[in-house]
């Protein structure tokens, strides 16, 4: 039996005809861009679907991240990041000319410890940016509170995090700032895509004048840059927003089953009590690198493609000045793997592979 490969994500996609119907709108109207009315409603429907006041769509999420450095003013200087992450959350920090300074993560959560910020502050810290990974809230309390002592922001990365809701409210509604994702591997995604949450009214006005050139017609307000996202991508938006609560019902069901078939064989990281998840990502902590090694061996051999998220720990980056250590990022990096999933993958894919998991497991005993 020829099987089709399994690929460690695969984006969701509404129903064509969804899609067709505004296209046509968008033909009809020939407004492709610079704020038109579906990039409107999107906003707008994003905004209540969160429950949040001030949600800025841009085009990325990692311009997003970069908006929201500059617009905290925070254009030179020490940045307090994780580590464990995707490199955006690093790449966006030294694209705006600042430093990354690595806090180690928790091992359970594999977020920022919270524990180890203090001693990284120094009088150039700028901002902290931590990330919730896999939509695994962040201590928010600690974090909130050292921020305040300090005088210091904190903007997170969540982009995991759309439709977690952490103690009755939506993960992305913390912190001074919050930035998400939408791109087409993200559990909700409009192709390419993301939004900055803040707290502040004059800070989203800046954001909102800066990701169009910073100027409303002939009046230049301030220095911008183009982060305006296409009347194509709000479209996929429209379309796929209410299928939310259908994708995470669906992803919790195949969550489970790789629970249940697993059975305790691999670690996994905790989630905080108060959370409502997501269900986006199922990471699994294997006892050594060789283990995960082995256990990609054997899937690949069935075409089946996990990944290593995230690999490696970004304090090793080739192209950073400064090398902390960070031990349990840089241990738990080489053993963490995030196994298939997403919408309406099937329950017997799941079954072989936490089958082939668990032989390679019990083999290495
Ligand atoms: C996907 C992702 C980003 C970048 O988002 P893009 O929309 O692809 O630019 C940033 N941070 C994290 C943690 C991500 O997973």
């Known amino acids: 039996m020829i099987r089709e490969p399994v690929y460690v994500t695969r984006s969701f996609a509404p129903p064509e005809e969804d899609f067709q119907k505004y296209v046509h709108h968008i033909f009809e109207s020939s407004q492709f861009t610079n704020n038109g009315p579906l990039l409107q409603e999107l906003n707008e429907e994003l905004r209540a679907f969160l429950g949040v006041r001030y949600l800025q769509f841009v085009t990325n999420g990692t311009l997003a991240i970069q908006l929201a450095l500059r617009e905290l003013g925070i254009t030179e200087g020490e940045v307090i990041t994780t580590p464990f992450t995707y490199v955006a959350t690093t790449s966006a920090i030294l694209w705006e000319h600042c430093e990354p300074v690595y806090v180690d993560i928790d091992p359970q959560t594999l977020c920022m410890d919270p524990n180890l910020i203090e001693a990284a502050i120094t009088p150039q810290t700028k901002a902290i940016l931590p990330v919730h990974v896999f939509g695994i809230p962040c ?94 991508q709000a479209a996929m938006g429209l379309c796929n927003l209410p299928y939310v609560p259908r994708i995470i019902a669906d992803r919790k069901r195949s969550v489970e089953l790789y629970d249940a078939e697993l059975s305790g064989r691999l670690k996994r990281p905790e989630i905080p009590a108060g959370t409502e998840y997501n269900y986006a990502y199922y990471p699994v902590i294997f006892p050594s690198e060789e283990a995960l090694l082995r256990a990609n061996d054997a899937l690949e051999a069935e075409n089946i493609h996990f990944r290593r998220y995230f690999y490696p720990s970004l304090n090793t980056l080739p192209y950073l000045s400064r090398k902390p250590h960070c031990p349990i990022s840089e241990d738990l990096s080489r053993r963490i793997a995030c196994l298939p999933l997403y919408y309406g993958m099937r329950s017997e894919d799941i079954r072989r592979i936490a089958a082939l998991i668990c032989a390679e497991v019990e083999r290495n005993i």
């Open 139 to 232: 201590d928010v309390d600690a974090i909130a509170d050292i921020g305040r002592r300090y005088g210091i922001p904190v903007i997170y990365d969540a982009a995991h995090a759309f439709g977690c809701v952490y103690r009755g409210k939506s993960l992305l509604d913390y912190g001074d700032v919050s930035t998400c994702s939408f791109h087409a591997t993200k559990l909700f995604h409009t192709i390419e895509g993301g939004c900055i949450i803040c707290q502040d009214e004059a800070v989203s006005s800046k954001i909102h004048l800066a990701k169009q050139f910073g100027h409303s017609y002939d009046d230049h307000f301030q220095l911008g840059i183009n982060a305006k996202a296409s009347e194509f």
